[in-house]
């Protein structure tokens, strides 16, 4: 029912939706090229002897390093659950009228990634991709209204072994301005697995058919791949 709270059952078995990686510290692959450059300057203005500089250089280096960390995840098994796409707080849980991403009435989960967030995006359940549309727009903060609809977004639809159909669409936020989406029409995708990325704050909006039942909470902090937020009827 709408409100339940989203944590996991402790009967819900968890599984690695993808084998975990051999490093202490996961870095998302599109950090490298930032944390790379940052790594640059800060070594520069170390060999120039401009102290300050180079340690601000240092805090902006250690700052993307802990940004596009990409931390493991376990994933809860069972029929229809859905989980989180992202990390963030969940800031509208309900039902919805209308939306460009269903036909009729749905239920829409938003969640707002802050700068602190993990940024790598997930699957929300088992399925098959059917389509992935991009639009370019505009990038007011990713928490109002109007930036699901005026802001640059990417909406991949997925349709579960069962016929369920269900929408994930990144949203870009003030700072974002690059929207990185890894999967394609007639991927199959599986519940907890990384499918992409939004840079320095943004948002997610899952689109769920209208008899799904929702486990998530407005306020609510939620994990990608492990919080449950949803079940599918």
């Known amino acids: 029912m709408d409100g339940e709270h989203g944590k996991n059952s402790v009967k819900e078995k968890l599984i690695w939706s993808e084998p975990p990686r051999e490093t202490a510290f996961p870095i998302a692959r599109p950090g490298y090229g ?5 790594a640059f300057v800060t070594a520069i203005l170390a060999v120039l002897g401009l102290k300050l500089p180079a340690l601000l250089a240092l805090a902006v280096c250690g700052f993307c390093v802990w940004f596009f ?8 098994t069972g029929e229809g659950l859905v989980v989180a796409p992202a ?4 800031i509208f849980c309900g039902r919805e009228e209308d939306s460009p991403y269903t036909e009729g009435p749905c239920r829409r989960i938003s969640i ?3 700068v602190f967030n ?14 992935v549309d991009y639009h370019p727009g505009k990038y007011f903060s990713a928490n109002l209204d109007k930036a699901a609809e005026e802001n640059e977004k990417n909406a991949v639809f997925i349709e579960t072994p069962e016929g369920r159909r269900v929408c994930v669409v990144q949203i870009a936020g003030l700072i974002a301005r690059r929207i990185i989406c890894r999967v394609q029409a007639g991927d199959e995708v599986r519940r907890g697995r990384r499918f992409g990325m939004i840079c320095f704050g943004s948002r997610l909006d899952l ?4 008899n799904a ?4 909470t ?5 994990k990608a791949g492990t919080t449950i937020v949803g079940k599918l009827s």
């Open 112 to 114: 707002f990634m802050s």
């Open 34 to 38: 930032v944390i790379g450059a940052t």
């Open 118 to 131: 993990v940024h790598v995006n997930r699957i929300p359940c088992d399925g098959t991709v059917t389509a």
């Open 87 to 90: 990390d963030g707080k969940v």
């Open 207 to 210: 689109y769920l058919p209208e």
């Open 213 to 216: 039942e929702l486990q998530a």
């Open 69 to 76: 960390r990409d931390p493991d995840r376990m994933t809860p």
């Open 218 to 222: 407005v306020g609510q902090k939620v």
